[in-house]
């Protein structure tokens, strides 16, 4: 009776332990699972954009890819940083990556020239890039958690003041090169428009 009672007062603590730290790996909730599922959806709207041979397509596979990581970070009570995605990426750099592939004329089919004789490489420089991002990540935020039923992490107040706190010249270069992005797709459609007047 002395080691039954015993056994049912560990497995009374165990539960209690679980119920107190809440769910972990075998047991996801449908936040997670839903991020998990997402995550692959994104992954793979990556590996077509960087696989098409088609240019277009490839940008509206970004699209999707941008987008996917804009769902992630609601998922994580970033909501700030997920209109951000949606507004200054999928908003702004695709539809200027898209008016570029109009003004320069890109052929709108398949562009077997646009492909090199480097994709070897390329997939090693990848495959090594995603590693160290992932080792960085997991080695920085080992022991953190976010907790999904608490208050909002990524609100715009706390967005706002850690950015403008430690991150003012990143956000500054970062508008820098949006600027540039600008310039230069007017320049191209300048530079066009005047060709196309010396042949007339």
Do not use: C
């Amino acid at each position: 009776m002395t080691l039954a009672a015993h056994a049912v007062a560990l497995t009374a603590s165990a539960q209690s332990a679980v119920a107190q730290t809440g769910n972990g790996f075998l047991s996801p909730t449908g936040v997670e699972i839903a991020f998990l599922l997402v995550g692959i959806a994104t992954l793979a709207a990556a590996v077509v954009t960087v696989t098409t041979r088609q240019l277009v397509h490839a940008a509206l596979w970004l699209v999707v890819a941008l987008g996917g990581l804009a769902v992630e970070y609601l998922l994580l009570t970033a909501e700030f940083i997920a209109w951000v995605q949606v507004l200054i990426y999928v908003g702004s750099v695709v539809v200027l990556l898209l008016f570029g592939l109009m003004l320069t004329k890109a052929p709108i089919g398949r562009s077997p020239d646009a492909d090199s004789g480097n994709r070897p490489a390329a997939l090693v420089v990848a495959v090594a890039a995603a590693a160290a991002l992932v080792w960085v990540v997991v080695d920085a935020f080992r022991t953190t958690w976010i907790d999904l039923d608490g208050p909002v992490q990524g609100s715009t107040r706390v967005s706002g003041e850690t950015l403008f706190r430690h991150w003012v010249l990143p956000f500054e270069a970062l508008s820098v090169l949006l600027l540039a992005a600008l310039v230069g797709a007017i320049v191209l459609s300048r530079k066009n428009s005047q060709d196309q007047e010396g042949q007339s």
